[in-house]
């Protein structure tokens, strides 16, 4: 059953995680006001489910054939990649990041890595990971995922670690599950999920088996501490959007938690797991672009109207509308290789469909640039009000609230309380804590920009172009177009067919050239 935003609130009521947040114990994590926006965050996910307009992209069949939320179902068809990504940016225009399509990414990259165990080692892996999935569908869960280890020492390997909770691991295997012990260090949404999926980060060496491990987790699982930030700047009057929407991010320690056997999904099977680790980055790549489209469109829209509040037509005014266009190109430039991913998607081994890899990477990679330029884009059209705007008190302070209205308004028929409005939207967006929170998840949620340059270029047929040019040579083809014959001919060296007489007489001329003192001239 499909829950709406206060049913899934509710929801964590019966959950008991050990959370500490500000260096203290939570007692409710769904009654914790610091929470509060990464759980109305995460609820839209849950109330545009319901929504008419939006059903046919925020939901599908689920593996029983009820509906579910897309956000937890496995890609038959390109359709199924782009409603995805429109799912994604939809949500995002609301939430910023509404987290839960990464469950989405994990279970496609899970779903071929099982099959493959299977059809190559035997067992139960991908049956078990079916089940977990219709469990999470049957109960709309929120799970977070739990992939980028604590990874410690960057020069070296899991195994190699001095302190082997660098990564999260198997300690211990019995007849009826695993024992996994170590840190992982990013969680979107930590606190406030159901379920944690454990995924490896990395590729892993066979020496680095332990640390190959997949399985699924509730939160509050023995063994398990959460330490958490703030979701976004809540109870800050000047945080417009960020003080209702916005993702906690937190560090899960597990201190040796046993994992029962239907939850294990990957158990040192390093190639597979490798193959699960590039098939996430694939599938979360793509929903990244959804993600910042999604912040785009919030960024074109309140650039439009700061124009307008200070007195600027951004259509008339050049340069008003070159950064307007800027914007929008940036946008929409990179939510098209969204489109392209999808449109050129492909089937994995197991029947699930996948982005196409150059495609979702090269995406990814524009945006984890480009978030710069759009924010400095923003901060170009705003001016510099947005940082220097007296803070919403003054709204309400009567010795200075009329004056700064009337003082502080740009086009005459706008109301000041409009003006400030929108700066402070631009300035929690990308100024504030929260700016620089959604600078740092483009540049490295997903992986940092060197891994997407990886998988272009492991991807891309680098290979055939060169052959391309060399057949362009092989074949004359470079005249095709002049309306001359390109088939070389036996005894003819080009396209227009030189005899043997021509090319002596180019010699001697080449010669009597060369034997010219240049020097003279
Ligand atoms: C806001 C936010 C939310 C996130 N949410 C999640 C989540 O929900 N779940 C999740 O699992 N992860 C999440 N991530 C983590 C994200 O995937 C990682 O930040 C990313 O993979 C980079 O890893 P890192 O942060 O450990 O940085 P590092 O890997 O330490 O990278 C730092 C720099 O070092 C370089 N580097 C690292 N190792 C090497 C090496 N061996 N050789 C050469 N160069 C190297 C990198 O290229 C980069 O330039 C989130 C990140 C952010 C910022």
Not at 172 to 180: F, H, K, N, Q, T
Not at 186 to 196: A, D, K, L, S, V
């Given at each position: 059953?499909?829950k709406?935003?206060?049913?899934y ?55 029983d ?52 165990i299977?059809?190559?080692?035997g ?18 869960l929120?799970?977070?995922v ?24 198997v ?14 260090a ?11 999926l ?25 063994g ?52 699960m ?47 307007m ?46 978030i ?11 001016g510099?009000?947005v ?15 009329a ?41 490295h ?77």
């Open positions: 059953m499909m709406t935003a206060e049913e609130r509710e929801s964590l009521r019966s959950i008991k995680p050990v959370v500490y947040l500000g260096g203290e114990l939570v007692d409710s994590v769904a009654d914790e006001p610091r929470f509060e926006p990464g759980i109305n965050a995460t609820g839209i996910t849950y109330d545009f489910a319901h929504v008419d307009d939006y059903k046919s992209i925020m939901t599908t069949a689920g593996l054939g009820r509906p579910t939320n897309r956000f937890l179902a496995i890609n038959r068809s390109h359709q199924d990649l782009l409603d995805k990504l429109e799912a994604v940016r939809l949500t995002c225009q609301f939430a910023g990041c509404a987290q839960r399509y990464l469950t989405h990414d994990a279970f496609n990259a899970l779903f071929e890595a099982t099959w493959l299977n059809e190559t080692h067992g139960e892996n991908h049956a078990r990971l079916l089940n977990y999935i219709e469990y999470a569908q049957s109960n709309d929120s799970i977070g739990a992939m980028t280890d604590g990874k410690g020492d960057r020069s070296k390997r899991p195994s190699q670690q001095v302190q082997p909770d660098s990564y999260v691991h300690t211990e295997r019995r007849a009826d599950g695993i024992v996994i012990s170590g840190v992982k990013i969680i979107t949404g930590g606190p406030y999920m159901h379920e944690f454990v995924m490896p980060c990395r590729r892993m060496q066979p020496e680095d088996k332990d640390f190959a491990v997949a399985c699924a987790v509730p939160i509050d699982a023995p398990i501490t959460i330490v958490s930030r703030p979701a976004g700047r809540p109870g800050n009057p000047a945080a417009m959007f960020s003080a209702k929407f916005a993702q906690s991010v937190a560090v899960a320690y597990f201190d040796n938690v046993f994992v029962p056997m239907e939850r294990v999904f990957i158990d040192g099977e390093t190639d597979e797991a490798h193959i680790t590039t098939n996430y980055a694939t599938h979360h790549r793509h929903s990244c672009i959804g993600a910042r489209a999604g912040f785009g469109d919030l960024l074109i829209g309140a650039g439009a109207m700061i124009a307008e509040a200070n007195g600027l037509d951004y259509e008339k005014t050049p340069h008003m509308r070159e950064k266009v800027d914007l929008i190109k940036i946008t929409e430039g990179f939510y098209a290789c969204g489109i392209a991913a999808s449109t050129m998607g492909v089937h994995d081994a197991a029947g699930n469909f996948r982005p196409d890899r150059v495609y979702s990477n090269i995406g990814k990679l524009l945006l984890a640039n480009q710069y330029d759009m924010h400095r884009l923003a901060h170009d059209l705003s510099g009000l940082v220097a705007l007296p803070s919403p008190e003054e709204d309400h302070n009567p010795s200075t609230a004056m700064l209205s009337d003082v502080l308004r740009g086009h005459p028929d706008v109301p000041y309380q409009h003006r400030a409005n929108v700066a402070r939207f631009i300035e929690d967006l990308t100024a504030s804590e929260t700016g620089g929170w959604y600078s740092v998840i483009s540049l949620g997903g992986g940092s920009p060197e891994a997407m340059k990886l998988e272009i270029l492991r991807n891309y047929n680098v290979e055939a172009r060169s052959e391309l040019v060399q057949a362009l040579f092989d074949r004359g083809a470079l005249e095709l177009g002049k309306g001359m014959k390109v088939d070389r001919q036996p005894g003819r060296c080009c396209a227009k067919g030189c005899n043997g007489d021509e090319l002596v007489n180019k010699k001697v001329d080449d010669e009597r050239i060369s034997n010219v003192d240049l020097t003279r001239t």
